[in-house]
């Protein structure tokens, strides 16, 4: 079946007198799940968060980001960030004085931040993969640095600043032959295009929802394969993760919810899972195509343009375009687009400080077109490029 851009339009009523490029930053929701979201606040107004969640589905999300990430249901796990859900599990991840963790150039600060931290602080060693002249993760150069010292291989599948989109199937089988765990950021693939744990061998995933998913601010998801669980020792325990059993005894659950907190916005939570079904009638594929195509014509018509230099790396690209334009800058021209109703966002160098000190580049304008953004938009947005 074809894409329908009128009926994706049509659900997303303020994608009609605005050009939205900020999908990789925080998309906008469809009306589905607006609707859903407003309709729970409402109903925990009427009668109280308990009785509301009752009433709710709270547990179709397990088979449903299965289905959407290829895994188990009892793999899966919801949050209120992708940080928190990556870092629940990297917290459990028994790391000790000589131990290795592999990083690549795209790394993101959220992650580089908590492992530079804590590598320290056991130390261990947070250690740099390099990349090919193309911008992947060179796997051959990630072989020659692995050994059993290496417990975890942090991969960024999509990076914040750019259209790349990483190899995961071989660096997981590497990082699978010395037994170390391969962790995942799929924050800015998840609903842009394909992911899955079963065909990548990823052990554990990290997702948000207010990005490519278009779900509320306030999700994200992990998973983590059953395999890998038995290897991670959960420290962040809370009623729901764990059972208070006996006077003296504490019982972890057995699947992936050890990694989650019993408290949580129940309304962002059944806005997450509309997201997740909107995207699955749609077609995950259906939609990686359309991204693809309209990021494509962005960076064909800015490289038109004198002045700006298109700054994605990678041999596939995805919905992420990121250039610079010569004597203005990135924060100047995001401005300038905002006032013409053109809305992207800066890449800094702060989020990605591998790849950007690497690059020389401190800044750089980000504009990532869903697949409601119209041709048109996206010509409009080239001519107002060019204009500021
Ligand atoms: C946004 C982002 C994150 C963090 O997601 P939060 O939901 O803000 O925690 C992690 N990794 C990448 C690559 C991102 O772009």
Same mark, same amino acid.
């Given at each position: 079946?074809?894409?329908?851009?009128?009926?994706?339009?049509?659900?997303?009523?303020?994608?009609?007198?605005?050009?939205?490029?900020?999908?990789?930053?925080?998309?906008?929701?469809?009306?589905?799940?607006?609707?859903?979201?407003?309709?729970?606040?409402?109903?925990?107004?009427?009668?109280?968060?308990?009785?509301?969640?009752?009433?709710? #589905?709270? #547990?179709?999300?397990?088979?449903?980001?299965?289905?959407?990430?290829?895994?188990?249901?009892?793999?899966v796990?919801?949050?209120?960030?992708?940080?928190?859900?990556?870092?629940?599990?990297?917290?459990?991840?028994?790391?000790?004085?000589g131990?290795?963790?592999?990083?690549?150039?795209?790394?993101?600060?959220?992650?580089?931040?908590?492992?530079?931290?804590?590598?320290?602080?056991?130390?261990?060693?947070?250690?740099l993969?390099?990349?090919?002249?193309?911008?992947?993760?060179?796997?051959?150069?990630?072989?020659?640095?692995?050994?059993?010292r290496?417990?975890?291989?942090?991969?960024?599948?999509?990076?914040?600043?750019?259209?790349?989109?990483?190899?995961?199937?071989?660096?997981?089988?590497?990082?699978?032959?010395?037994?170390?765990?391969?962790?995942?950021?799929?924050?800015?693939?998840?609903g842009?295009v394909?992911?899955?744990?079963?065909?990548?061998?990823? #052990?554990?995933?990290?997702?948000?929802?207010?990005?490519?998913?278009?779900?509320?601010?306030?999700?994200?998801?992990?998973?983590?394969?059953?395999?890998?669980?038995?290897?991670?020792?959960?420290?962040?325990?809370?009623?729901?993760?764990?059972?208070?059993? #006996?006077?003296?005894?504490?019982?972890?659950?057995?699947?992936?919810?050890?990694f989650?907190?019993?408290?949580?916005?129940?309304?962002?939570?059944?806005?997450?899972?509309?997201?997740?079904?909107?995207?699955?009638?749609?077609?995950?594929?259906?939609?990686?195509?359309?991204?693809?195509?309209?990021?494509?014509?962005?960076?064909?018509?800015?490289?038109?343009?004198?002045?700006?230099?298109?700054?994605?790396?990678?041999?596939?690209?995805?919905?992420?375009?990121?250039?610079?334009?010569?004597?203005?800058?990135?924060?100047?021209?995001?401005?300038?687009?905002?006032?013409?109703?053109?809305?992207?966002t800066?890449?800094?160098?702060s989020?990605?400080?591998?790849?950007?000190?690497?690059?020389?580049?401190?800044?750089?304008?980000?504009?990532?077109?869903?697949?409601?953004?119209?041709?048109?938009?996206?010509?409009?947005?080239?001519?107002?490029?060019?204009?500021?």
């Amino acid at each position: 079946m074809g894409f329908d851009l009128a009926s994706a339009r049509a659900d997303t009523p303020a994608c009609l007198d605005q050009i939205f490029l900020d999908s990789a930053g925080s998309s906008l929701p469809p009306q589905p799940v607006l609707d859903t979201v407003i309709a729970h606040l409402r109903r925990e107004a009427e009668i109280g968060g308990y009785r509301a969640a009752n009433e709710a #589905d709270v #547990d179709q999300g397990y088979p449903l980001f299965a289905e959407l990430l290829g895994c188990e249901p009892d793999e899966v796990a919801f949050s209120d960030s992708a940080a928190r859900a990556w870092l629940s599990a990297y917290d459990a991840v028994p790391l000790g004085p000589g131990d290795r963790v592999l990083v690549t150039e795209v790394e993101y600060a959220g992650q580089a931040a908590p492992m530079l931290h804590t590598a320290a602080r056991v130390g261990a060693s947070v250690e740099l993969v390099p990349s090919t002249p193309s911008g992947e993760v060179d796997v051959e150069a990630l072989r020659g640095m692995l050994d059993e010292r290496v417990k975890l291989v942090s991969l960024v599948h999509v990076p914040t600043n750019g259209g790349l989109v990483n190899p995961v199937r071989e660096v997981a089988d590497a990082a699978h032959e010395v037994g170390a765990l391969l962790f995942l950021d799929a924050c800015q693939s998840t609903g842009q295009v394909p992911v899955s744990a079963r065909e990548t061998g990823a #052990d554990v995933i990290s997702g948000t929802g207010r990005k490519w998913l278009r779900g509320p601010r306030g999700t994200g998801f992990l998973v983590v394969r059953a395999a890998a669980r038995a290897k991670l020792e959960p420290r962040l325990i809370d009623l729901h993760s764990a059972e208070w059993s #006996d006077l003296d005894q504490v019982k972890l659950r057995d699947d992936a919810r050890v990694f989650e907190l019993w408290e949580c916005s129940v309304a962002a939570r059944l806005g997450l899972f509309a997201a997740a079904r909107y995207l699955l009638d749609i077609g995950v594929e259906t939609v990686a195509a359309e991204v693809a195509a309209r990021a494509e014509r962005l960076r064909a018509g800015l490289a038109e343009i004198p002045g700006v230099t298109v700054r994605d790396l990678g041999g596939t690209r995805c919905g992420i375009v990121t250039f610079t334009k010569e004597g203005v800058s990135a924060h100047q021209l995001r401005d300038t687009l905002r006032a013409e109703g053109v809305t992207v966002t800066v890449s800094d160098r702060s989020s990605t400080r591998y790849d950007m000190t690497r690059r020389g580049l401190h800044e750089m304008v980000r504009a990532s077109p869903h697949y409601f953004v119209s041709d048109e938009q996206i010509d409009g947005a080239v001519a107002r490029v060019a204009a500021g």
